[in-house]
């Protein structure tokens, strides 16, 4: 039994989510993500790492960071502290969207411009008030042909892949938007 005297009930903020769902033929199924638009900024093609990554403030990084300091894992060289009197944590990881489509440039375009389609015309469904009118699919993944889930198959799936082929979450795949062994949705799921 739940002690409800003390829970306390608060509003809080869906800022990234993946949906899986099946397909005809596809039973490693359809992987997409969405994210509240003033997440993190898109990187630039081909930014240089001392340059900003953009000049405005979102969610999850602060204007004028360079790229360089955009999604550092800073667990994994002990540099991340907590104040225990204010409960938190230090220094604040800058996120950045390696892959605005989930594709490095060039890679995959009429991919990207269905994205960018698909978005335009669900944003005009929205009531102007409503909240979804802040999300938008950065990409989703699937294998290439039907019935290629196979036991045994190996991880390193990349070649089979179809749509955003290294589809990350800016929010949830912070660090590991950038490392091929990690960045799409069949390398962890």
Request: negative net charge; proline residues 5%.
């Amino acid at each position: 039994m739940i002690d409800t005297s003390q829970t306390e009930v608060v509003t809080v903020a869906l800022v990234g989510f993946h949906i899986a769902g099946i397909v005809a033929g596809h039973p490693e199924m359809i992987w997409a993500t969405f994210e509240h638009q003033r997440n993190a900024p898109n990187v630039t093609p081909g930014l240089p790492l001392d340059q900003p990554v953009s000049d405005q403030d979102y969610t999850f990084y602060s204007a004028n960071t360079p790229l360089a300091e955009c999604n550092v894992n800073n667990t994994s060289d002990g540099l991340l502290k907590l104040d225990q009197q204010t409960q938190t944590l230090s220094p604040i990881t800058q996120a950045c969207r390696q892959y605005q489509f989930g594709n490095a440039a060039g890679v995959n375009t009429i991919n990207d411009k269905n994205i960018q389609t698909l978005n335009a015309s669900v944003a005009k469904l929205f009531d102007p008030t409503d909240v979804w009118k802040n999300y938008a699919e950065v990409g989703a993944v699937w294998f290439k042909g039907t019935n290629t889930l196979q036991p045994g198959l190996s991880i390193a799936t990349d070649e089979l892949l179809a749509g955003s082929l290294s589809l990350s979450n800016a929010t949830i795949e912070t660090f590991t938007q950038v490392a091929s062994t990690e960045n799409n949705c069949f390398r962890c799921h």
